[in-house]
């Protein structure tokens, strides 16, 4: 191959996620082209979006606390080592790895993105997933926007606290890169301003009556 062949190639591997991240709207927690260029590993790290806050832990397939894994294409595991740092499974470990996010407060989930998901429309073979939460679950294979680079999944603005996203299939591996979320309850200070409106509404009525 030409070395302006080489180049062309390169440019093209470099330009590709950046448009991506370019016409992807940003998460309430993003971490697509957010985090370093090499693996960068850390028990639970919290991540801060405005009066959110949330707790990433990574676990195996047996229920072990490992590392969480951050690199500039989102978050994953990291059991040792030799571990590529994705979310895993494999025909002998199925389920796999997960991550259990906490939140500081209950939640609205609306929908999860991910990075290097594959869909698979014909073996059963390539990345699947399970997100579950007190109360429900659901399982993500196919049923996303078939973006490009990143997929996302909506969830339907279920709500809890602390959400678990497993791996399972046959042959998955794939990294977080987003989370959208709003806080499930207002906070006393909408609750004041509502109640300051209401009042204001009230005086307005009386005054026009009287």
């Given at each position: 191959?030409?070395?302006?062949?080489?180049?062309?190639?390169?440019?093209?591997?470099?330009?590709?996620?950046?448009?991506?991240?370019?016409?992807?709207p940003?998460?309430?927690?993003?971490?697509?082209?957010?985090?370093?260029?090499?693996?960068?590993?850390?028990?639970?790290?919290?991540?801060?979006?405005?009066?959110?806050?949330?707790?990433?832990?990574?676990?195996?397939?047996?229920?072990?606390?490992?590392?969480?894994?951050?690199r500039?294409?989102?978050?994953?595991?990291?059991?040792?080592?030799?571990?590529?740092?994705?979310?895993?499974?494999?025909?002998?470990?199925?389920?796999?790895?997960?991550?259990?996010?906490?939140?500081?407060?209950?939640?609205?989930?609306?929908?999860?993105?991910?990075?290097?998901?594959?869909?698979?429309?014909?073996?059963?073979?390539?990345?699947?997933?399970?997100?579950?939460?007190?109360?429900?679950?659901?399982?993500?294979?196919?049923?996303?926007?078939?973006?490009?680079?990143?997929?996302?999944?909506?969830?339907?603005?279920?709500?809890?606290?602390?959400?678990?996203?497993?791996?399972?299939?046959?042959?998955?591996a794939?990294?977080?890169?987003?989370?959208?979320?709003?806080?499930?309850?207002?906070?006393?200070?909408?609750?004041?301003?509502m109640?300051?409106?209401?009042?204001?509404?009230?005086?307005?009525?009386?005054?026009?009556?009287?």
């Open positions: 191959m030409s070395l302006i062949k080489k180049n062309l190639l390169l440019a093209l591997a470099v330009v590709a996620p950046l448009s991506a991240h370019a016409t992807v940003n998460s309430t927690f993003q971490f697509y082209f957010e985090g370093p260029f090499f693996d960068e590993v850390s028990t639970a790290p919290t991540f801060v979006s405005g009066d959110l806050g949330v707790t990433i832990r990574a676990y195996n397939g047996s229920g072990q606390q490992i590392d969480v894994d951050k500039w294409d989102g978050i994953g595991a990291s059991g040792g080592f030799l571990e590529p740092g994705e979310l895993n499974s494999s025909l002998f470990a199925n389920p796999g790895e997960k991550l259990v996010l906490t939140f500081n407060k209950a939640v609205k989930l609306g929908s999860l993105r991910f990075s290097m998901w594959e869909n698979d429309y014909l073996f059963n073979t390539f990345d699947h997933a399970t997100v579950s939460w007190a109360g429900g679950s659901k399982q993500l294979s196919t049923n996303n926007d078939n973006g490009l680079l990143l997929k996302t999944f909506d969830l339907g603005n279920v709500v809890s606290n602390t959400f678990t996203i497993q791996a399972t299939g046959n042959l998955s794939f990294r977080l890169a987003g989370i959208n979320a709003v806080a499930a309850v207002p906070e006393p200070a909408s609750y004041v301003l109640g300051l409106g209401l009042v204001g509404l009230a005086l307005v009525k009386r005054r026009r009556q009287g």
